[in-house]
């Protein structure tokens, strides 16, 4: 069968199911079963599929049919540049979240903090903002924590993968709550979602882990508690914060951090639709 073919009759089942990016998920399935890019898929003297492969497509068809998000069902997934190990014990990488990569990296280069900033990645789920990062700047010291055991195994198999596991102290607990030493960025991705949206999110989202989008009644539970946690940790010295949230959420939160730290800065980044996406808070500066 050509590949061709391959990829019209995944993609045709796909559209049948009212999935929205039935084009991008069908060369996805494809790449993932022949171990290919997608530049390979399209040459012209691509070889044809084998029984076996078209076998293992359709077993995955039948997973995805039932809802189940495509990362979940291919147990890998691509974040920023690299692909992950990915279970329903954590989120599943958006490219919003690449925004706070890309600032952090840029951030430890600038050379503000010196030749080896130390760096905490703050629910750190499957690991994705704290290998490309390191990856970016090898001189970090990096701190991974997160509050799910579950989702730090799974982070741990990814820095074990890119041979990252011995550069990233992974640390069990709430928010800041482990670490041990002062940190100069902290960059997270928290639950920002009411407790009472979770219900009407689409089905999909409603696979993910519920502890890594229930952000309490307002959804800001946990920027209050990682606010009160930055004076302790800080303990008066300086400091960025990177923290994605949801555009209307941005105003509370500046209040929250003026009302720990008297002398602070503000900085919003917009995501690629022009949204308010992240917060950079500059604590001393």
């Known amino acids: 069968v050509s590949i061709r073919d391959s990829l019209s009759f995944a993609q045709k089942i796909l559209s049948s199911a009212n ?36 076998k ?18 291919l147990g890998l997934w691509k974040a920023y540049d690299v692909d992950l ?3 329903p014990d954590v989120l599943i990488p958006r490219p919003e979240s690449e925004i706070l990569i890309e600032r952090g990296i840029e951030i430890c280069r600038s050379g503000v903090f010196g030749k080896s900033p130390v760096v905490v990645d703050v629910g750190t789920g499957c690991g994705s903002i704290a290998i490309n990062l390191i990856r970016n700047v090898p001189n970090i010291q990096l701190f991974a924590t997160d509050n799910s055991k579950r989702a730090l195994e799974i982070a741990q198999q990814n820095f074990k993968r890119f041979g990252l596991y011995e550069r990233i102290t992974s640390l069990y ?12 960025l902290v960059i997270a991705n928290l639950p920002y979602i009411p407790s009472r949206n979770i219900d009407w999110l689409q089905e999909e989202v409603r696979w993910e882990p519920r502890k890594a ?3 309490g009644n ?9 606010a009160v946690q930055s004076k302790s940790k800080l303990n008066n010295c300086r400091g960025v914060f990177l923290l994605e949230m949801d555009p ?38």
């Open 19 to 54: 999935i929205s990016e039935a084009v991008i998920e069908a060369e996805l399935i494809w790449m993932h079963v022949l171990n290919v890019s997608r530049h390979d898929l399209y040459l012209d003297n691509f070889p044809n599929v084998t029984d076996l492969n078209v």
């Open 56 to 73: 293992r497509v359709h077993e995955i068809l039948s997973e995805r049919l039932t809802g189940k998000p495509l990362a979940y069902v």
């Open 85 to 87: 190990i990915i279970s």
């Open 173 to 184: 607990g709430d928010l800041l709550e482990p670490i041990f030493i002062l940190p100069d």
């Open 213 to 215: 989008l229930d952000g």
């Open 218 to 226: 307002d959804g800001l539970a946990y920027f209050r508690k990682i």
């Open 248 to 285: 209307p959420q941005i105003e509370d939160v500046v209040s929250m951090f003026r009302a720990e730290h008297p002398k602070v800065k503000f900085d919003v980044i917009r995501d690629l639709r022009g949204l308010d996406r992240v917060l950079e808070i500059r604590i001393g500066m």
